[in-house]
């Protein structure tokens, strides 16, 4: 259910501010990125969220193979932690980025907290999914980094 909550979140960030991104499911996840991501307002309809920059922290707490209740058999599995170090609350978009080992992106899924209240962190874990790494073979996932993190209003 979680997922298809997630696969549903990252569609919309797709449509709005054009960055491909995956599905996730919510539970813990060190790097962290805040980039600014840009929106038009004339553009933006009723349906489409809109991107602002995001005061928010994304945390990988772990990530490895290993063998998942939800993710299944040998899963490339990351633990994350999305801090709102803003003075709202919001709904939040994380991107991540799995790497080969020449640091080289293979793909990308993405992470969403929605209605995260200020100073508060949302903990979850996700995998990629077979079509989410378009650039290599799953099992070859050496690593994972942050990218761009949204705030959504919708």
Do not use: Q
């Not at 978009?93 to 080969?100: R, V």
């Not at 293979?106 to 100073?119: C, Q």
């Amino acid at each position: 259910m979680s997922r298809v909550r997630l696969a549903v979140g990252a569609a919309a960030v797709v449509l709005a501010a054009g960055v491909l991104a995956g599905c996730g499911d919510s539970d813990s996840g060190g790097e962290t990125s805040s980039k600014p991501a840009g929106g038009d307002k004339a553009a933006s309809a009723e349906a489409k969220p809109k991107a602002k920059a995001a005061p928010a922290e994304v945390k990988i707490v772990k990530s490895g193979y290993e063998n998942h209740d939800t993710w299944g058999e040998n899963a490339y599995v990351v633990y994350w932690e999305l801090t709102n170090t803003g003075d709202e609350e919001g709904n939040f978009f994380a991107g991540l980025d799995f790497l080969d080992a020449d640091g080289d992106v293979m793909g990308s899924t993405g992470i969403t907290a929605d209605k995260l209240g200020p100073g508060k962190t949302a903990k979850g874990n996700i995998a990629p999914l077979d079509v989410e790494i378009d650039k290599g073979d799953i099992n070859a996932i050496k690593g994972v980094r942050v990218g761009d993190i949204e705030r959504m209003e919708f």
